[in-house]
């Protein structure tokens, strides 16, 4: 159980949650993840929420999804995954199908071009955004802050791959808090 609920969310509530997230979040679905399970339904608090991202970020597949999964799996089990991915995903493959036929016949208009490249522009700040907020929980962990900043060094400025980069953030990160005591 998380901190703040005392009965855990049912299939219906996981779906709608989930449903919310991929209307809401489209084209850049995890702040708005984290602003429903967090701050709106209160699943989960900052620090388990950036935990268990930080679990599914080791998984192969998309974060958000494997997100979804896991978390409708610690309130549901199998059917709580199940919620959890149909609502994520009903409505954005239903938008990315039209969208799609949209621009096979549209895209080679110049507007659309540009339009494109805004909406580019935009994910790129929404991803900085969320970036910072769910590293927010670190700042009092200065280890942590420093682990987690040499890790976004080493893959957008060193561009060394992400696997190697996050199983070493991971284990200098047990590493310290064996020899701190955390």
């Known amino acids: 159980m998380t901190h703040a609920e005392s009965v855990p ?4 509530a996981l779906f709608v949650g989930f449903l919310t997230i991929g209307l809401s979040g489209f084209g850049g679905v995890l702040p708005w993840a984290r602003r429903v399970v967090v701050e709106r339904r209160h699943w989960l608090s900052e620090a388990e929420f950036t935990d268990l991202l930080g679990l599914c970020q080791f998984l192969p597949g998309p974060n958000v999804i494997n997100l979804s999964v896991a978390l409708g799996a610690r309130f549901r089990g199998v059917a709580g995954s199940a919620a ?33 490249r805004g909406l580019a522009a935009g994910a790129s700040g929404l991803v900085l955004a969320t970036a910072i907020r769910i590293g927010a929980p670190l700042r009092r962990h200065p280890v942590g802050l420093v682990i987690g900043l040499g890790a976004a060094a080493a893959l957008a400025l060193a561009r060394l791959p992400l696997l190697p980069v996050l199983l070493a953030a991971a284990l200098l990160g047990i590493l310290l808090a064996r020899r701190t005591g955390r």
Request: glycine fraction near 14%; hydrophobic fraction near 55%; proline fraction near 8%.
């Open 9 to 12: 969310p049912g299939l219906r």
């Open 84 to 116: 959890c991915f149909a609502g994520l995903m009903a409505a954005p493959m239903v938008i990315v199908l039209v969208l799609g036929a949209l621009q096979t016949r549209y895209g080679g208009l110049p507007v659309v071009q540009h339009l494109f």
